[in-house]
């Protein structure tokens, strides 16, 4: 019972075999291996970006982060949501590689941006010339950080706002085959087709080992990316072994089969917690993590029998059984129906 | 014949097996996991070390930029060799990471750093208060970038001096084990026991698929380390692999026999060439690196032939076939004797 | 009628006398003359400090930022106020010296910080280990940018949550003098005995040329702040006038005489406001600075005469000529009485 | 007998007038001020550069450091000589303004820069792709830090130098006066007609109180320095008394003037050494800086007699009376021919 986070789970086997596979021979280092040509093939085929810039990195923090760096000055702000995994989860990483450009906090019901917040910000930061920050870009995740997941719509309409003030759009798609899945779209339609210019495309929490695909529609922005990911030590030597799992990633439609098992397994579950009285959804679980809340004694038979999972608000000691404390689960690719059945049991008491 | 570097040969099949266990279940992410437990207690006892703070990263860069970015203040300058790999292959990393610390030069013959040198610019850093750049952290490569090996005393004396002025020292252990293994020492002797504060322990260039290990023997730097590796997305969210990989490396001591096996193919190169005339050493080989000059004509048969190594001084394209050019060769683990002997057969001609 | 700012107005004739004065042969550059010991034990003396570590720059921004950079790490988060102004008008001067540390805004009614809010901001940073930004300093502005005064229990109340959770402390007193007057109180009071660790004491916007005295209370600070002064190019070579400026200003309370001045001025002119129909306050008027509305027609008038001053909601171009448009007014030391009486009599028309 | 730097001398007379002048009445801040208008204009007449973007602060440092992080990329490397004050009196400031950029130290003999080092240090920057630093700015000082004096055509050929590989340029003008005083050429000559792209024009080593101008020859870097002057706290409120400086520097040749005192009697203080027994230039003094040395018995005469210069090598304390100890004396604007004398006569002894 591992719904703790998508990135606890093992590593598809098909990734793991593509490793083997890879592991023959001698291969040019730093990205010049044969393997990285096909991985940059993939992608602009599956994405229809036949002139994009395709690099790879170990964790969405590097992706995120360089990509920020690459659209940012270091006197911008970046608007972004307040559950942003950029603001909240990356220990002012954006904040370091950018040279120290700042994050504005847009209001998101859902963790959505919610459109006239984002351009009441966005004019509000033109009111100090010299003074002030500077308008950067805009960042939204998909699928958020509350497991809710944008329509194409709202991301059309978010990215045309900050492009008529001339900014530039990125995507953190941690999960972007999960939401790719519920929204049954074509991935150019979800990105660039919407008005999206770099995208982080998350591997490493759905079935991968550890790596992210950095994509710039704009190829102008490949010389300065090489640039800072050098500089920021992400640019491995041994290139073909992340080119391998990315490439195998994309290959027969692996990355779609897994976010299709991951949203699945947590819609059971889902379903499931609707059914339990005394339960509730915070956000409609869209994708594959919930946020429900039920009472302080069913997290405790839950935590008894070896239940793992983020709790969000409240916490397990108390003396109130009642009160009702927030959970954050996630599925990966590899969560069976036998677990998510013993935990709804548990659930239900 | 592929002799450009030690990053273009396979994983050791032992390190593969070792990914391949590690990849059942669930586990804790972020370095929480059971594995990272396992190699932190390795490294403990490999380097009689009951103290020290373990880390593992994906690149030697990040372990470089990271360690030197906690041993040293913005405002620090660091000493190191003018053909550092810090100083000349990390695109200023060290720069980065450190918030603008600068690198000063020290004299060194063979790649070694000359401790009078070494003494006389500390030295001169002292001279201008508030306005120089202060006394910042030592920072020795072993085996060094020419291939050179320092003996212990060496490292002993440059710490020696380091300590006397209150500087933090560093060992950039790429090749640790080839060193190691040239010197017959222990790894305690090569570095704490030496004045060594901390070590890029390395394990890529050695067999394994992409990590590094970070060891400082004063647990004070643990905390601050956490938190600069996580800023400088270098933490993984699927660490077990990492730690899989560094166990396995340093389990029945495969490290120590593919640095072995490495330093015993470049003997062989070596002595090939040494017996070659018209061919000579630029430094002494030492462990697994060779920098020799032999004449155009036989670089143009070995490149002919699809011989894949470095010129470092002089073009491959010119008039005179009798002009002396530089090569640098580096064997790793995997380097066969056929290709070895093939290799030297086309120098020879 | 200028009312923009209170830098926009002359520097007061005994601190130009001063410049004068101190224009006489050789001093030791840097910082080392003569009369910054002088400075430093004044401020000393008038803060009951005498451990007090006092150091001069140029701008504000360079006082605060330097602190600021002094007392937080890069990985943490610097709790102000959403309407500061190392916020809002530094263009990330606070992210660019401290190597990008966040600032966390804390809801701030009357643009003084509320204390249940600093408890829930700073409780929030700590749910997420390495991940999350860490808590860094508090920093709080006195007068506020909206023109109100914290009293010296607030600044108490404040002070003492941030010193529960461990977090040092700044006061951005740019307008330190016009507070004090205000408040009556002591510049200790004000301070260290409230709990503040460090001050950017303003003379700029109150009859200085170009002068701020940084202050830390406890003198560990000493030499990091002065590497960073000099790292930030904010090292005056000739220290001895901006010396000269500080010790005039401190010299027969000149500091407060100058403060009672614009605060008096502005309580003439408060007063006015506050008998015109139509006018009303934002925030109450507790110093030198007045936020108020009235009527775009009103504005016009004031505008075709000549007076200056910020309009800070609402545009003047319009056609709704009662639409209530707000007003930022700054009074300096040197506003008139007939200035504000003219400006008073256009304002009710 | 105050030699040791043109920074410790009195602000001339017509600069403190002009100070007075200005301080009149309302002035509007950050540089929007009239006085700057007229400064700009200046300016571009005197450098014959109706286009020049040009801006004010109070330090060369922030001058030197502003220029190079508008012209450098962090990964860039800046070319400068060995004892460049931008690498060894700054405290790493050109590293932190850029966000990390290196300096390649190139062999300067005199303190001028070598122009085929130069060329051998610029390829040596290129053969390393993204692993290497990239190729930055040349910054050369004129007057060098040793009081050598480049020549026109000497500017001419290390830029044209640079410029062959698309590289900018900047000078380091902190005693621009002084060289040009030598030379007897115009501005426009000793800079963009060479091709200097950004000057640092000091002000304050040459009679004023705190002032170097900033000028861009190509105004497209303009708001880029605009946001960085802001960002480094260098954008003064009270702008208007930077400008009253550097306007009356700029009137009546009033600049040229004291550098040509400075420059007289570095000129009669030379003849006098020259004319010592047993004292030896070390460079050849060409502007307002010697480099002698002379016996330590001298030495300790002198300072026995309350001369106040550097000693640049050795030590007064030491047995040996004979031992050669190099000084380094400046004069400023304001040094006394009596001063002078009296200081020969000591040297003499």
């Known amino acids: 019972m591992f719904f703790a986070s998508d990135n606890t789970g093992p590593v598809h086997p098909a990734i793991m075999d593509a490793l083997t596979l890879a592991n023959a021979g001698y291969a040019m280092p730093y990205g010049a291996d044969a393997m990285m040509d ?19 990195v170990s964790t969405g923090t590097a992706a995120n982060s360089l990509i920020l760096a690459t659209l940012a000055q270091p006197w911008d702000t970046i608007f972004c949501s307040p559950v942003a995994h950029i603001h909240e989860d990356e220990c002012n990483a954006p904040e370091f590689f950018t040279g120290g450009a700042k994050l504005t906090l847009v209001n998101a ?4 941006i919610n459109p006239d917040k984002l351009r009441r910000k966005i004019e509000a930061e033109e009111t100090r010339g010299v ?95 090489e640039l800072r990911r050098k500089r920021g030590a992400h640019l491995p030597s041994k290139n073909r072994y992340l ?28 379903e499931g917690v609707k059914q339990t009285e005394g339960a509730a959804f915070l956000y409609e679980p869209q994708a594959n993590i919930i946020f429900a809340g039920w009472p302080r004694a069913a997290h405790q038979r839950l935590h008894d029998a070896g239940a793992q999972y983020h709790i969000m608000e409240g916490q397990l000691e108390g003396d109130n059984p009642d009160e009702i404390l927030t959970a954050r689960l996630v599925c990966d690719w590899s969560a ?14």
Request: proline share 4%; charged share 20%; net charge negative.
């Open 38 to 56: 096909k991985v940059r093939e993939q992608i602009r085929e599956v994405f229809e970006a036949p002139e994009a810039a395709v690099y790879l």
């Open 109 to 112: 019901p859902n963790a959505k």
């Open 336 to 349: 069976s129906d036998e677990n998510i059945d013993q935990f709804l049991a548990l659930l239900k008491g």
């Open 131 to 225: 003074h002030g920050p500077q308008r950067g870009p805009l960042s939204i995740t998909q699928v958020t950080e509350r497991g809710t997941v944008y329509t194409v719509e709202e991301i059309t309409t978010l990215c045309g706002i900050a492009k008529s003030y001339g900014m530039p759009t990125h995507l953190d798609g941690a999960r972007f085959a999960n939401a790719l899945v519920t929204l049954g779209c074509t991935p150019a339609e979800m990105t660039w087709k919407a008005g999206i210019d770099a995208v982080s495309f998350g591997g490493t929490k759905n079935g991968c080992m550890g790596v992210e695909a950095v994509i710039f529609f704009d190829p102008k922005h490949a010389w300065e990316f």
């Open 243 to 270: 080119a391998a799992q990315m490439s195998a990633y994309l290959t027969s439609n692996l990355w779609l089969e897994t976010a299709r098992a991951a949203n699945a397994a947590t819609a059971r579950l889902a």
